[in-house]
């Protein structure tokens, strides 16, 4: 058996989503395409694929084996690109997801920058705060904030941002400047949809004390610049990280509260399929955003203005 060629056929057939589909791809006949991946799950001795007369479907062995087989397959294709003299030129597509809201503020700047560094590289930019299943949607990297949930995949981290609860100098004269966590009940709350900790907001003192309450929001958004937008407007509190707020609370135009009572940091991390055969295009990719949030602009007073 050539595991090689065996491998790209089962690839085909997961990608066609049938052995006829995967007729056209290989060039093969349906008994060879059939007799191949046959052949690969008695070699390998797994199941990789649930057979129905209906349809096919990866099963949970298969599905880390086709992530692998796409790994290798693509590690190849690119060597066999890459020799000679395009062997430290990356090419080709890169599919990139990021959150909207960090994406406008903080990558959009930076895509030029690694298109010029990589004339060869064509990008395909998707800014969504919805999590992304990289394998079956194509990403070959994508921006995560927050806390990561256990998975095959790749994180390497970026920057810390951290979450500060503010609001506008002309909500706090109307509805007074909340001391401790507990006084938020009595205050218009405005909430972040997507945020991991949904409605129940926590906060440790410097001194260790902890305090959380559930709040009630008057008003919910999955985006953090219309929460944004909605304080400035002083219709109320909000609790964003400072990658978003930090020019506001430069300028004035939001209040840090109870700064002795914090809600904690999160991370931004760069997030890809593996860690080994990594093709030169997302290595090149990881390792310009590592550079370029060494040190983060929200965290330097003298940025604010230069990248959102």
Same mark, same amino acid.
């Given at each position: 058996?050539?595991?090689?060629?065996?491998?790209?056929?089962?690839?085909? /057939?997961?990608?066609?989503?049938?052995?006829?589909?995967?007729?056209?791809?290989?060039?093969?006949?349906?008994?060879?395409?059939?007799?191949?991946?046959?052949?690969?799950?008695?070699?390998?001795?797994?199941?990789?694929?649930?057979?129905?007369?209906?349809?096919?479907?990866?099963?949970?062995?298969?599905?880390?084996?086709?992530?692998?087989?796409?790994?290798?397959?693509?590690?190849?294709?690119?060597?066999?690109?890459?020799?000679?003299?395009?062997?430290?030129?990356?090419?080709?597509?890169?599919?990139?997801?990021?959150?909207?809201?960090?994406?406008?503020?903080?990558?959009?700047?930076?895509?030029?920058?690694?298109?010029?560094?990589?004339?060869?590289?064509?990008?395909?930019?998707?800014?969504?705060?919805? /999590?992304?299943?990289?394998?079956?949607?194509?990403?070959?990297?994508?921006?995560?904030?927050?806390?990561?949930?256990?998975?095959?995949?790749?994180?390497?981290?970026?920057?810390?941002?951290?979450?500060?609860?503010? +609001?506008?100098? +002309?909500?706090?004269?109307?509805?007074?400047?909340?001391?401790?966590?507990?006084?938020?009940?009595?205050?218009?709350?405005?909430?972040?949809?997507?945020?991991?900790?949904?409605?129940?907001?926590?906060?440790?003192?410097?001194?260790?004390?902890?305090?959380?309450?559930?709040?009630?929001?008057?008003?919910?958004?999955?985006?953090?610049?219309?929460?944004? +937008?909605?304080?400035?407007?002083?219709?109320?509190?909000?609790?964003?990280?400072?990658?978003?707020?930090?020019?506001?609370?430069?300028?004035?135009?939001?209040?840090?509260?109870?700064?002795?009572?914090?809600?904690?940091?999160?991370?931004?991390?760069?997030?890809?399929?593996?860690?080994?055969?990594?093709?030169?295009?997302?290595?090149?990719?990881?390792?310009?955003?590592?550079?370029?949030?060494?040190?983060?602009?929200?965290?330097?007073?003298?940025?604010?203005?230069?990248?959102?």
């Amino acid at each position: 058996m050539d595991r090689l060629q065996a491998m790209n056929t089962f690839v085909a /057939v997961v990608d066609a989503g049938s052995f006829v589909g995967a007729m056209e791809a290989t060039g093969l006949s349906k008994p060879a395409v059939s007799r191949q991946v046959a052949d690969l799950e008695q070699h390998l001795g797994i199941r990789l694929l649930h057979r129905t007369t209906r349809r096919l479907s990866l099963t949970d062995e298969g599905r880390l084996y086709y992530l692998r087989c796409k790994e290798v397959l693509a590690a190849v294709r690119e060597a066999e690109d890459e020799a000679g003299a395009r062997a430290t030129q990356a090419h080709g597509r890169l599919r990139i997801g990021a959150p909207h809201d960090f994406g406008i503020l903080h990558l959009a700047s930076l895509w030029a920058q690694f298109m010029a560094l990589n004339p060869q590289v064509e990008m395909d930019i998707v800014l969504s705060d919805r /999590v992304v299943d990289l394998v079956e949607e194509g990403y070959d990297l994508v921006v995560r904030i927050g806390n990561l949930s256990a998975s095959g995949l790749v994180a390497r981290p970026l920057a810390q941002t951290r979450m500060v609860l503010c +609001a506008a100098p +002309a909500y706090l004269e109307r509805h007074g400047t909340p001391a401790h966590p507990e006084e938020l009940a009595r205050h218009a709350i405005i909430s972040y949809s997507y945020s991991s900790h949904g409605d129940d907001w926590r906060f440790t003192h410097a001194d260790g004390q902890r305090s959380g309450l559930r709040i009630q929001p008057r008003a919910h958004a999955n985006s953090g610049s219309t929460c944004l +937008a909605l304080a400035l407007a002083g219709q109320g509190i909000i609790l964003q990280p400072d990658f978003l707020s930090h020019a506001a609370l430069a300028s004035g135009a939001l209040v840090e509260l109870m700064p002795q009572w914090q809600a904690g940091t999160i991370s931004v991390h760069a997030v890809y399929p593996t860690r080994t055969l990594l093709p030169l295009k997302v290595q090149l990719l990881r390792d310009f955003l590592i550079g370029a949030f060494e040190s983060p602009p929200w965290h330097n007073p003298d940025s604010i203005g230069q990248r959102g």
